[in-house]
């Protein structure tokens, strides 16, 4: 399974918006859960947000909820995530990710890992 991870990262001032996208290469797409990874300079690696197969069961980590969403259109085999009221905190490079096991968040790895996109939240 590939990714392309579609355009969505950059520099973004406090409060401000992004929208990340990430397609996957596979026939199988609704086979698995769909993540978003982070990792900032000099700190661990977190799952921002996870969705099942058909949307229906979401994760949040605690540090995005309520500013994040993330979402699937199985049809276009791409997941999403939407970063509303971006802090400088947000800052670190994200990554989309697959995983072929059942539902069972929280996600410290996942099988499949797309490049990372660096998202940068100016004060």
């Known amino acids: 399974l590939r990714f392309s991870c579609r355009r969505g990262g950059g520099l973004v001032q406090a409060g401000n918006s992004l929208r990340l996208s990430c397609a996957a290469s596979?026939?199988?797409?609704?086979?698995?859960?769909m993540g978003w990874f982070r990792q900032a300079p000099g700190k661990e690696r977190e799952c921002v947000a996870a969705?099942?197969?058909?949307?229906?069961?979401?994760y949040y980590a605690e540090s995005v909820k309520g500013r994040f969403t993330i979402s699937r259109d199985n049809a276009k085999n791409t997941v999403y995530l939407q970063m509303n009221s971006l802090t400088p905190e947000d800052t670190a490079d994200y990554y989309c990710?697959?995983?072929?096991?059942?539902?069972?968040?929280?996600?410290?790895?996942?099988?499949?890992w797309g490049k990372g996109t660096q998202v940068t939240v100016s004060s």
């Open positions: 990710a697959a995983d072929g096991s059942r539902w069972t968040p929280p996600y410290y790895v996942m099988d499949y």
């Open positions: 596979t026939r199988t797409f609704t086979g698995y859960v």
């Open positions: 969705i099942n197969w058909n949307g229906g069961s979401l």
